[in-house]
């Protein structure tokens, strides 16, 4: 009983490098999604996906990349890292996009120097 | 685009009294969730409140909608060390707008 599994927990980037955060669900929910947390900013949508083979933006996109090419997974790529990308991620998965419980993962924490 | 607000930010209690955290949104909610997050844990789903006006009750958390729901309430009472965390208000549905949370400790 998984539920929504991310990796890696904890990484280090230099500025400038890429790196892709993997999450994935075994609940076979149609929607997931990735927030990025900061201090007294609560949480913040970067992009979410209402099913296989489709994806949008949130509210903070930019340097951010997601395919959903299953349902079981949706990987957050980061094509530049910067400094400002410095945050704790959350994927979160939810049975449909209505009145449904969301589940977040358990986060992995990115430091970029 | 749409904003949710909370206050306080902080709330020191000390065991066993009540307090209250509030939401309020800049346009009205089809829903509203609440969520509890453990310090270095992940946001927990808590309850989902979908009528005007609606309260539900978990043991001791009171959670209420406004009738014009544009806000949205809860209230702890007799506060235990295990409500520990930061509580965040968010809505509606799928595309969550998080507040910034209200973040409570607790003094034994």
């Known amino acids: 009983n998984a539920g929504v599994t991310q990796t890696p927990k904890f990484q280090v980037l230099k500025t400038g490098q890429s790196m892709t955060l993997q999450c994935a669900q075994d609940?076979?929910?149609?929607?997931m999604s990735w927030y990025r947390q900061d201090p007294g900013m609560g949480l913040r949508l970067i992009h979410y996906s209402v099913g296989a083979g489709i994806t949008d933006q949130g509210e903070v996109p930019n340097g951010y990349n997601v395919s959903r090419s299953t349902t079981e997974d949706f990987p957050l790529r980061l094509l530049s890292a910067a400094p400002s990308q410095t945050s704790v991620y959350f994927c979160?998965?939810?049975?449909?996009?209505?009145?449904?419980?969301?589940?977040f993962g358990e986060g992995s924490w990115l430091t970029v120097v | 685009g749409q904003q949710v607000m909370q206050i306080p930010q902080y709330q020191h209690v000390q065991e066993g009294e009540d307090f209250t955290t509030y939401c309020n949104s800049s346009?009205?909610?089809?829903?509203i969730q609440w969520y509890k997050q453990r310090p270095g844990g992940h946001p927990v789903f808590l309850i989902q409140l979908v009528k005007s006006g609606e309260v539900k009750k978990q043991k001791r958390l009171t959670f209420q909608f406004g009738e014009a729901k544009k806000n949205s309430s809860l209230h702890i009472t007799a506060t235990q060390t295990t409500d520990v965390g930061t509580y965040f208000c968010?809505?509606?549905?799928?595309?969550?707008?998080f507040g910034a949370g209200t973040t409570v400790t607790v003094r034994a």
């Open positions: 609940m076979n929910h149609e929607y």
């Open positions: 979160a998965s939810a049975k449909s996009t209505v009145g449904n419980t969301i589940y």
């Open positions: 968010a809505g509606p549905d799928y595309k969550l707008s």
């Open positions: 346009t009205t909610l089809s829903n």
